[in-house]
Structures are given as C-alpha cells and as structure tokens.
T-cell receptor
Framework: DVKVTQSSRYLVKRTGEKVFLECVQD?????MFWYRQDPGLGLRLIYF???????EKGDIPEGYSVSREKKERFSLILESASTNQTSMYLC?????????????FGPGTRLTVT | QKEVEQNSGPLSVPEGAIASLNCTYS??????FFWYRQYSGKSPELIMF????GDKEDGRFTAQLNKASQYVSLLIRDSQPSDSATYLC???????????FGRGTSLIVHP
C-alpha cells in the first residue's frame, strides 16, 4: 500500500526557531513536493525535488529551504520561523514520467509559530 | 501564469441530489485534469482523473472535460452527507508534471 508519512501531525514553535519538517515515502518515487495550505489560498507549492540532491523552487520558496539526501526522504526547513509561516504543510510524492501519475499526499503537519 | 479557478462555495445540496462542481483553467496546453477530495483536517485524495474530451464515469462520480471552453467539471450523483468536503481541481500542462491547483470548492450535503 502506498504510503507518505510526515514526522509530526502538530507542531508548535517559537518565532526565530529553526524548524525541520520530515517526509518519507516508501514507493521509490523520484519526485517529491512540499506544499502549504491556507484557508482561501488553496495548495501552494514551496519546493519540489525530482531526484536525490536535486531541488527546484516552487511558487513561494521565500523563507524555506529543502534537503533531499536520500530518495525516500524530503525535508523542509524553516531557517527562522515567523508567524506568517503558521500553516498546514503537506508533502507529496509522484512517480516520474508524463501522463497519468497519481500524486500521493502525506497526512500533513499543522505548524503553529508563536 | 497558469491559473485554475474554482468557486469557493460553499455549494449546498440536499441528500440524493446531483452536485455539480466546476473548474476553469487558463493554459490551453493543459493536458491532464484531476479532482481531489479533501475532508476537513485531512490530506487530499485523488478521486478522478481525465485527459480526453467528454465524460468519464466512476461510480457516482462523473468528470466532464471541454478543452475548447477550458473547463472541467465533476458531477456527484445521489449525493451523500459523507460527500461533504472540499474538492480541489488540479491541472498539468504539456511538458510539466507539476500540477496547478485551484483553491477548492466546499461542498455541503445536508440530510
């Protein structure tokens, strides 16, 4: 069964802290994604990775960085958390190639920055 | 800028009715179209995928695609309270596997 897991369901951090959000997939997918989801704004792509050590900026990369040292793991890093980064963070993975390839989502991490 | 537009709703329908959800997109090169369902506090799950003009049916769900008019819709027949959720439309364009998501339509099915 397909599985994408995220390290925490809920996380509370203080302003200025460095925050790590971890995502692991067990499907041997090449492509992994980090989104944030806010009410009224939908899903917005932060970063994606199409291979180990490869990364591309999405629509809203400011204030975030990522790391992909192993194929199954994709980490999102908030270098210095701010209150406007309070959000639901969703990780996803997808097999490579054109055509129909389902994107599988993890359960999400609700991050609150105080 | 590729855009995917959805009415945020909420769309309220009585149990047993047909719910019709619509999505328009700006990029004429769009090739693949997805509908995700997202329950409150949960992550999105794929319920329909379509890439050819016309209708695609899967149980109570029908996706309709009209590339000339640049819209895709989702019909839910015999709506149930358990269908109450936010429905996200996503579109990928030729040469890219990165989907662009709409902001979602909230559906409420009342008994």
């Amino acid at each position: 069964d397909v599985k994408v897991t995220q390290s925490s369901r809920y996380l509370v951090k203080r302003t200025g802290e460095k925050v790590f959000l971890e995502c692991v997939q067990d499907m041997d997918h090449e492509n992994m994604f980090w989104y944030r989801q806010d009410p009224g704004l939908g899903l917005r792509l932060i970063y994606f990775s199409y291979d180990v050590k490869m990364k591309e900026k999405g629509d809203i990369p400011e204030g975030y960085s990522v790391s992909r040292e192993k194929k199954e793991r994709f980490s999102l890093i908030l270098e210095s958390a701010s209150t406007n980064q309070t959000s639901m963070y969703l990780c996803a993975s997808r097999e490579t190639g054109q055509g129909f390839k389902e994107q599988y989502f993890g359960p999400g991490t609700r991050l609150t920055v105080t | 800028q590729k855009e995917v537009e959805q009415n945020s709703g909420p769309l309220s329908v009585p149990e047993g009715a047909i719910a019709s959800l619509n999505c328009t997109y700006s990029d004429r090169g769009s090739q693949s179209f997805f509908w995700y369902r997202q329950y409150s506090g949960k992550s999105p799950e794929l319920i329909m995928f379509i890439y050819s003009n016309g209708d695609k049916e899967d149980g109570r769900f029908t996706a309709q695609l009209n590339k000339a008019s640049q819209y895709v819709s989702l019909l839910i027949r015999d709506s149930q309270p358990s269908d109450s959720a936010t429905y996200l439309c996503a579109v990928t364009s030729g040469g890219s596997y990165i989907p662009t998501f709409g902001r979602g339509t909230s559906l409420i099915v009342h008994p």
